[in-house]
């Protein structure tokens, strides 16, 4: 009776959760643009002056930016290796929804820092985010390489360790951009530049030799 419970268990499919993450990341991504403010203006106020005030809004809308491009990149991240899955299972919803929970945090952080870019707790708080966000994706993708062994079987051995390594970089730096930020903010607005850059383009999946047999 267990072991026909946890059949079904891993019988689960992948479709449904990326259909729901899908979902999430797009509400995400539009509480991003709600941030934006239109600034108040005063009757009166020149051309010169209207431009002053929606200058005044460059922190915010580069904060959008940055944060606009790190969740579309958890996305094509996400998207690519969910590709690589035959099965699911409820820990891995579970650590998916993990996931989604960070990046539906976004944009608060990002608001923050977007109206206080230098102010040491918005940088703090923005890179912790950011850092739970990469670990929630590095326990999922773990889980389905070498715990849950939901990944097709064909997929290269050497390959799921290099791409689990690859999600390391992202722990590191977000943390190391939290560490860092109260000796320089400037130094951990640099790190949420670079880490992006990183996973902008996802790794290619690498097939075994014996997949073409």
């Given amino acids: 009776m267990a072991d026909k419970k946890e059949q079904h268990d ?9 259909a729901f ?3 999430v990341i797009a509400i995400a991504l539009t509480l991003l643009v709600l941030e934006l403010k239109v600034p108040m203006l005063v009757a009166g106020e020149t051309a010169a002056q209207v431009w ?3 200058s005044q809004l460059g922190p915010e809308f580069i904060s959008f930016v940055l944060s606009f491009f790190v969740i579309c990149i958890f996305w094509v991240n996400h998207h690519q290796f969910f590709h690589t899955l ?4 409820r820990k891995l919803l579970w650590l998916n929804n993990l996931l989604l929970f960070w990046i539906c945090f976004i944009p608060f952080p990002t608001a923050f820092l977007g109206r ?3 102010n040491v707790v918005a940088v703090i708080v923005y890179g912790s ?3 739970a966000a990469a670990i929630s994706f590095s326990l999922m993708t773990y889980y389905a390489m070498f715990k849950g062994n939901l990944m097709e079987r ?3 051995k050497k390959e799921r360790k290099s791409a689990q390594h690859r999600s390391y970089w992202g722990i590191l730096l977000y943390g190391l951009s939290v560490v860092l930020a109260p000796l320089s903010v400037f130094i951990s607005l640099a790190i949420f530049c670079i880490v992006p850059l990183i996973y902008f383009v996802p790794r290619r999946v690498v097939y075994s030799d014996h997949a073409n047999g």
């Fill in 10 to 18: 891993h019988s689960l499919s992948t479709s449904r959760i990326e």
């Fill in 21 to 23: 993450s899908d979902g």
């Fill in 86 to 89: 035959e099965k699911a299972t």
């Fill in 116 to 118: 206080y870019p230098t």
């Fill in 52 to 54: 002053h005030d929606l």
């Fill in 129 to 131: 985010v950011l850092c």
């Fill in 154 to 156: 064909h997929v290269d």
